[in-house]
């Protein structure tokens, strides 16, 4: 079982950026590929990109493409969402998700941190 902490929310001015990071708790970490989701209020959740287990490939919805990045830190149990060039529209609560590698469905998730970016 993993345990998902999202962290690095906050308010920024459009333009800005902000970096989230996603600890997990578990020994496991290598064996699931990760992802980052938002929802906005009065929307339904939004998948925003994702990293496989070794972090050689990386996959962004396109409103994202060009200004998020996801990494990860298989040592440190960490996934990170560097978001740059942020818009008021990418305002949401946004969520870490863990995927076993041997699943099709993100099985764990994190509480979720808020980002809110002002026009």
């Known amino acids: 079982q993993e345990q998902l902490v999202e962290s690095g929310g906050g308010l920024v001015q459009a333009g800005g950026s902000l970096r989230l990071s996603c600890a997990a708790s578990?020994?496991?970490?290598?064996?699931?590929?990760m992802g980052w989701f938002r929802q906005a209020p009065g929307k339904e959740r939004e998948f925003v990109g994702g990293?496989?287990?070794?972090?050689?490939?990386?996959y962004y919805t396109d409103s994202v493409k060009g200004r998020f990045t996801i990494s990860r830190d298989n040592a440190k149990n960490t996934v990170y969402l560097q978001m740059n060039s942020l818009k008021p529209e990418d305002t949401a609560v946004y969520y870490c998700?863990?995927?076993?590698?041997?699943?099709?469905?993100?099985?764990?998730w994190g509480q979720g941190t808020q980002v809110t970016v002002s026009s």
């Open positions: 998700a863990a995927r076993p590698i041997t699943e099709i469905e993100y099985k764990y």
């Open positions: 578990g020994r496991t970490f290598s064996s699931y590929h």
């Open positions: 990293i496989t287990w070794s972090g050689g490939s990386t």
